[in-house]
């Protein structure tokens, strides 16, 4: 039989018949900070699925499989489908083989769009059509960013959309501790501009503001490319970061060049970071923020993603003792607010009519927002309640996530490995241990042309 949530009165009715009270549904429908009513009018025309079933394979391990499946019971609820997710650590390979062998999932979860893009290629995937195109073209902030990184091209070479992208992450932050930036009569800058004269305020004052570190074992130097992919985005438009990490514009352009120099300005200043720019490629990454808890503090600032929290004191309050605000773009670029990131994207790899209506599901806010509440997702679906956020921190990232005009993933990733996760790396090494922007861009773009 059809399971529909009716209103608000109806929906609480089912604590007492079975779904909520056993547990099935998270939250209790018609209650907290959810989107109800577009849950429940998609829910009183959703079709009758029962005994239909849809196979959902990705990434995620536990607890994050779990706080999915309570995200899917709200659209099981409402059709009478299954859903079945499966997590492996192997997704990327395991996906490739099940695609080749006819035995895909309904929806793969893919961690980027690389693969994404080859399987597009080969005709493992189904469209999503022009319709969820323009409806994220409209219900995401940056839309358009994210319609192109969830377009690829079909077999025959035409552009089509495949990708949904649902949980994403936020790299363009400055971590700091409010408390120095009070004491010191600092306050948070809203442009490039503001922030270089922060940096050198801080300096004439007599301390440091910045920590950077590079080390990261065999790894060493990818925090470096991070602040390059930030400094592109920030002195060029999307379309030059585009070809820069398609190399349709080779590494040793002057307009990249110039942007590895934008890193320097805050990075090869003895006066501008902790321990010196002799320390900044030997420092671990994890270690590096510390010293803007020390007393006094080491540094100010701290340039890193969101996770970067994991590796603070275990005594450190968000609010308190750190806080973030927005890598600022520059006010005299007019190039918006560019963001940079990650993310995962749902792609249907065995379509259905079941498969149709979740990806359906998956527009509502109420799909995001049981997530919200429960994990450290993060989403630019502009419908949400950014009340459900699950604490203060995770609703930080979603306004700076909604409040983007252009989104980009990290450009490393989006490169050959031998080069986004080879050369570039220790090309920043390179730089920070005195060798030329120049000298090391065209070194990085000899190793592309070598493995053309």
């Not at 609820?77 to 990327?92: K, L, N, R």
């Not at 442009?191 to 503001?209: F, N, S």
């Amino acid at each position: 039989m059809k399971k529909h949530l009716m209103a608000c009165t109806a929906a609480m009715a089912l604590v007492s018949g079975g779904a909520f009270a056993d547990g099935h549904l998270v939250f209790a429908p018609g209650e907290g900070p959810f989107n109800w009513d577009s849950y429940n009018a998609w829910a009183e025309n959703a079709p009758d699925l029962s005994g239909q079933t849809v196979t959902v394979f990705g990434p995620w391990l536990s607890p994050e499989d779990g706080f999915f499946s309570n995200a899917l019971a709200y659209f099981e609820e409402a059709t009478g489908a299954d859903v079945i997710y499966t997590g492996s650590d192997s997704f990327e390979q395991q996906i490739v083989i099940d695609a080749e062998a006819g035995s895909a999932p309904n929806v793969a979860v893919f961690p980027q769009p690389g693969l994404a893009a080859v399987m597009a290629s080969k005709g493992q995937l189904a469209p999503l059509g022009d319709g969820m195109a323009d409806w994220v073209r409209d219900n995401y902030s940056a839309g358009q960013s994210w319609v192109d990184l969830g377009t690829y091209n079909d077999a025959s070479g035409a552009p089509q959309m495949y990708g949904f992208f649902y949980n994403v992450n936020v790299k363009s932050l400055v971590w700091y501790n409010p408390e120095n930036f009070e004491d010191a009569g600092y306050e948070v800058p809203e442009t490039m501009e503001d922030l270089k004269a922060l940096t050198e305020q801080i300096v004439a004052d007599g301390d440091t503001p910045w920590c950077i570190g590079l080390g990261s074992g065999a790894a060493t130097g990818w925090p470096a490319t991070d602040w390059v992919e930030d400094m592109m985005l920030r002195t060029q438009p999307p379309e030059v970061y585009d070809d820069w990490t398609t190399n349709k514009i080779p590494f040793n352009d002057p307009r990249v060049i110039a942007a590895i120099d934008e890193f320097g300005w805050f990075a090869l200043d003895d006066a501008k970071v902790s321990g010196g720019a002799g320390a900044v490629a030997s420092t671990d990454f994890r270690d590096s923020p510390k010293g803007l808890f020390s007393s006094p503090p080491q540094c100010y600032m701290h340039r890193q993603a969101s996770f970067v929290p994991a590796f603070f004191p275990e005594d450190v309050e968000f609010g308190v003792d750190t806080d973030f605000f927005y890598l600022p773009s520059f006010a005299d670029k007019d190039l918006g607010n560019p963001v940079l990131g990650g993310g995962t994207l749902m792609a249907v790899t065995d379509a259905s009519d079941a498969t149709t209506e979740l990806m359906e599901f998956f527009k509502l806010p109420i799909s995001h927002e049981i997530m919200m509440a429960q994990t450290g997702f993060l989403t630019p679906h502009s419908g949400v309640n950014l009340e459900a956020y699950k604490d203060d921190t995770l609703r930080g990232l979603g306004e700076i996530l909604l409040g983007a005009t252009t989104f980009r993933f990290d450009g490393s990733d989006l490169m050959p490995g031998g080069v986004g996760a080879g050369t570039f790396w220790t090309g920043m090494v390179d730089y920070t241990g005195g060798k030329s922007a120049t000298d090391v861009a065209t070194e990085i773009q000899s190793s592309w042309d070598a493995l053309k």
